[in-house]
């Protein structure tokens, strides 16, 4: 007995040190708070990165988003369901939502749960026309969308009849009512109410051991908020409408670098948008700038073709507001409307400023010239002149050449300029009484 004695004491030891029910082990959390867009599946790939350089048992996703890109959408999906380390949905704080977008990101995560006073759903794709906004009812669109979530739900043996209603019927359940429906798995206050409700229980194969973890919270890059700001609907339609105006505005007044700030902000705006510009929008803003040009340079006045060039640009600025199917994109309704005020009003009002400058510089150019317009002005001689005798003459405070109309006119009196022939004025003596 003594000889085992030595290894039913590292036995001992080895098992306290060894992780019980989650101490020990780590999980990481990703926070999306925010649309859906190529930066949140850059932080999805960061994140994963991280979990899988510190063996984390599992990775928390809090969601709080009104949706976003559908492309995007897929992406992070299929890295979700590819991944070797388990994903933990959460819709937080409380109150929070993972609309369109959001849900069928949930809906993907191994383990889904929510706080209390949350909502999902709203999946039903919108699209925005001059009186409001109108639910998209196409069938190749709707059936496509609707067994993409069904499949998602199945996945996990979650509740995909209901799940179907959140395209079909655009249906938004909270937290209580989607876990008696069965389409989550957990509601939670908190975090670490969360991983302590977790812990230990069987979802669909998965058992984690996450009570007692150390939670990990995962800081986004700087490469990351670059990548945020720009890919922002908002921000990256603003640079491209900005861009262009710059771009018209430098080349009719080259000198002062508007043109190389509207090619650095076309260029950051298309790298935001993934280079991914429907036809359509491309096109008018092709025709808006040809036209817009033309004005400036062609047309003699200022009036239908500038105008019509505007209106090109603005039209592709609502084009480019998320509107399904014009480009493929899951939000609420609410924010497309958001973004249809920060696509169209700040492209009117920017649109306008460099239409009324390129007026005035119009205007400018074509006012005729006064160089030469000098009649009834009043000079000073600096030397004596004769009409036979030219002599030089200061007029505002330049030297010009001249000779008198009649009689001679000494140095240092002041004469009124009668005519300018070439380089040559015809001046007179100044009368008493005119100075």
């Given at each position: 007995m003594?000889?085992?004695?030595?290894l039913?004491?590292?036995f001992?030891?080895?098992?306290f040190?060894?992780?019980?029910?989650?101490?020990?082990?780590?999980?990481?959390?990703?926070?999306?708070?925010?649309?859906i867009?190529?930066?949140t599946?850059?932080l999805?790939?960061?994140g994963?990165?991280?979990?899988?350089?510190?063996?984390?048992?599992?990775?928390?996703?809090?969601?709080?988003?009104?949706g976003?890109?559908?492309?995007?959408?897929?992406?992070i999906?299929?890295?979700?369901?590819?991944s070797?380390?388990?994903?933990?949905?959460?819709?937080y704080?409380?109150?929070?939502?993972?609309?369109?977008?959001?849900?069928y990101?949930?809906?993907?995560?191994?383990?889904?749960?929510?706080?209390?006073?949350?909502?999902?759903?709203?999946?039903?794709?919108?699209q925005?026309?001059?009186?409001?906004?109108?639910?998209i009812?196409d069938s190749k669109?709707?059936?496509?969308?609707?067994?993409?979530?069904?499949?998602l739900?199945?996945?996990?043996?979650?509740?995909?009849?209901?799940?179907?209603k959140?395209v079909?019927?655009?249906l938004?359940?909270?937290?209580?009512?989607a876990?008696e429906v069965g389409?989550?798995?957990?509601v939670?206050?908190?975090?670490q109410?969360?991983?302590?409700?977790?812990?230990g229980?069987?979802?669909n194969?998965?058992?984690l051991?996450?009570?007692?973890?150390?939670?990990?919270?995962?800081t986004?890059?700087?490469?990351y908020?670059?990548?945020s700001i720009?890919?922002?609907?908002?921000?990256?339609?603003?640079?491209?409408?900005?861009g262009?105006?710059?771009?018209i505005?430098?080349?009719s007044?080259?000198?002062?670098?508007?043109?190389?700030?509207?090619?650095?902000?076309?260029?950051?705006?298309?790298?935001?948008?993934?280079?991914?510009?429907?036809?359509?929008c491309?096109i008018?803003i092709?025709?808006?700038?040809?036209?817009?040009?033309?004005?400036?340079?062609?047309?003699?006045?200022f009036?239908?073709?500038?105008?019509?060039?505007?209106?090109?640009i603005?039209?592709?600025?609502?084009?480019?507001?998320?509107?399904y199917?014009?480009?493929?994109w899951?939000?609420?309704a609410?924010?497309?409307?958001?973004?249809l005020?920060?696509?169209?009003?700040?492209?009117?009002?920017?649109?306008?400023f460099?239409?009324?400058?390129?007026y005035?510089?119009?205007?400018?150019?074509?006012?005729?010239?006064?160089?030469?317009i000098?009649e009834?002005?009043i000079a000073?001689?600096?030397?004596?002149?004769?009409?036979?005798?030219t002599g030089?003459?200061?007029?505002?405070g330049?030297?010009?050449?001249?000779?008198?109309k009649?009689?001679?006119?000494?140095a240092?009196e002041k004469v009124?300029?009668?005519?300018r022939?070439?380089?040559?004025l015809?001046v007179?003596?100044?009368?008493?009484?005119?100075?």
């Open positions: 003594r000889k085992y004695l030595p039913l004491l590292i001992v030891v080895l098992s040190l060894s992780p019980v029910n989650g101490e020990g082990n780590k999980v990481l959390v990703i926070t999306v708070d925010g649309p867009t190529q930066a599946v850059e999805i790939k960061e994963l990165d991280h979990a899988r350089s510190i063996d984390a048992e599992a990775i928390v996703l809090e969601l709080n988003t009104p976003g890109g559908l492309d995007e959408t897929e992406k999906i299929e890295i979700i369901t590819s070797e380390i388990p994903f933990i949905g959460y819709v704080p409380k109150g929070g939502k993972a609309w369109s977008a959001g849900t990101i949930l809906m993907s995560c191994q383990i889904a749960a929510m706080s209390n006073h949350s909502i999902i759903g709203s999946c039903q794709p919108v925005i026309t001059p009186s409001g906004y109108n639910l009812n669109h709707i059936n496509a969308l609707k067994e993409r979530i069904k499949s739900a199945e996945m996990y043996n979650r509740n995909s009849t209901v799940a179907e959140f079909t019927e655009n938004n359940l909270d937290a209580k009512e876990l389409v989550i798995d957990v939670a206050d908190d975090l109410t969360l991983l302590d409700s977790i812990d229980k069987d979802f194969g998965i058992v051991h996450t009570k007692n973890s150390t939670i990990i919270y995962h986004p890059s700087v490469k908020h670059i990548i720009l890919s922002d609907p908002t921000i990256s339609s603003l640079l491209l409408m900005l262009i105006f710059s771009l505005f430098g080349i007044s080259p000198g002062y670098g508007a043109e190389v700030f509207g090619v650095i902000s076309i260029v950051l705006a298309l790298f935001g948008m993934g280079f991914s510009i429907p036809y359509l491309l008018l092709i025709i808006g700038f040809i036209m817009l040009i033309i004005e400036v340079y062609v047309t003699p006045g009036g239908i073709v500038g105008i019509g060039g505007l209106i090109c603005i039209l592709a600025s609502i084009l480019l507001v998320p509107s199917p014009t480009r493929n899951l939000v609420s609410d924010y497309q409307t958001l973004l005020v920060f696509g169209v009003v700040p492209s009117i009002l920017i649109g306008s460099f239409l009324f400058a390129l005035k510089i119009i205007k400018v150019r074509r006012k005729k010239p006064k160089v030469g000098m009834g002005k000073e001689t600096l030397e004596e002149i004769t009409p036979n005798k030089f003459v200061k007029y505002k330049e030297y010009w050449l001249a000779r008198s009649e009689g001679k006119i000494p240092r009124i300029i009668e005519k022939d070439g380089n040559l015809v007179s003596p100044l009368k008493e009484g005119k100075d």
